[in-house]
Structures are given as structure tokens and as C-alpha cells.
């Protein structure tokens, strides 16, 4: 029994030491796994997020946990939500000197920020029929990607829907320019049919 005692003591002592038991670093190892397992093998990222989400409940601080949650939200379409993991990432990754993550975590941020406002422009466009907030939501994304193809064109369809068509003119002309540059003759099309007509 003592010999017993003897062989448990360094390992009850690590558990005290460190504040952690062992069956929460073996869950937690098992929780990252499943999540990465549903994220990139299964190409399942809800349930990707369900597991990321759950070591993060019991471990709010864990790194990877952390950036792979903003990453499976993105998978999901789920932008909004992974925008402030991603400032947490970006934070995480400075205090650690991780410069490779950092730059994924920016490029990350700036991705998700553009999808969060087209996203919302569309909506307002094409649901709430909004065109005024769609515009504003276009502008965002082209001040922060001043080539985005999809913002361009919505842009200049919400400052025709908005009444301003002298305004959306140069809109549809950057518009028509990119179609053709993409190859993409549908938009093309259609802006040269807009540019046909007065203003």
C-alpha cells in the first residue's frame, strides 16, 4: 500500500501543482481531436464548432481551440461570429510572438469583416429593400478591397434602386470593365445594358 502510495505521489503532486487533473487534459485533447477530425476530414464544420466550443467552455484560454472555432465558424458561413475569435487569435498570437498565425488571424479578420458586410448589404438590398444601407455596406467593403467584383456591381444596382443613377454610372462602368476582365458575360451583359441607358 505504501509502495503504492509512493508510485501515485508524483503524479497527485502534478495534479496540485498545476491545478488540472488529468482526465481534463486527456478531455481536452480529445475534444480538440474530435473537432479537427469533423472540421477536416469530415468537412463537417458545425459539428466542428459543438466540439471546439465545448473545450473552450472548460478551457476559455486554449490557443488552438481558439483559432480552429474562428475557422470552422467561417467554414460554416457564419462570419459574424467568428470575427471577434478572429481578434482574439490575432491578440493570442502577438502576446506569443506567433507570426504565422497572427498573419492568418489578419487575413482571416480581413475576410470575414468583407463577407460580415456584403452579407449585410445584400440583405438590405434584396430583402429589406434598403438600398441606402446597402449602398453604405458596399462602400465598406470597397474601402477595405477596392477590387472586390461582387461589391462593385452591388453597389451600382443600390444606387439605382436608391434613385441616385448619375452616382451609380461610374459604378457600372468599373463593373462592366471587371466582367470582362473576369470573362464573366451574364454581368457583363447586364451592365452594358444599364450603361445604355440615360444617366
Known amino acids: 500500500m505504501r509502495k503504492l502510495a509512493l508510485t501515485l505521489l508524483p503524479a497527485l503532486l502534478g495534479v496540485v ?103 449585410a448589404g445584400l440583405d438590405a438590398l434584396y430583402t429589406r429593400r434598403d438600398a441606402e444601407e446597402a449602398a453604405a455596406q458596399f462602400r465598406k467593403v470597397l474601402e477595405w478591397n477596392p477590387n472586390h467584383y461582387g461589391a462593385t456591381f452591388q453597389l451600382a444596382r443600390a444606387l439605382d434602386e436608391g434613385g441616385k443613377r448619375g452616382e451609380a454610372r461610374p459604378w457600372w462602368e468599373k463593373a462592366l470593365k471587371m466582367a470582362e476582365g473576369y470573362d464573366d458575360k451574364a454581368t457583363a451583359a447586364a451592365a452594358r445594358a444599364r450603361l445604355a441607358e440615360q444617366p
Open 17 to 119: 501543482l498545476l491545478g488540472a487533473s488529468p482526465t481534463k487534459a486527456e478531455t481536452d485533447e480529445a475534444l480538440m481531436k474530435a473537432g479537427l477530425d469533423a472540421l477536416y476530414t469530415a468537412g463537417d464544420p458545425e459539428a466542428a464548432v459543438l466540439q471546439f466550443r465545448k473545450l473552450l467552455e472548460q478551457n476559455p484560454g486554449h490557443y488552438g481551440a481558439t483559432f480552429q472555432l474562428a475557422k470552422a465558424l467561417d467554414r460554416a458561413g457564419k462570419s459574424a461570429e467568428a470575427l471577434p475569435l478572429w481578434e482574439k487569435v490575432l491578440k493570442m498570437a502577438e502576446g506569443y510572438n506567433d507570426g504565422d498565425t497572427a498573419g492568418s488571424a489578419r487575413a482571416a479578420l480581413e475576410t470575414s469583416r468583407e463577407a460580415v458586410a456584403m452579407k
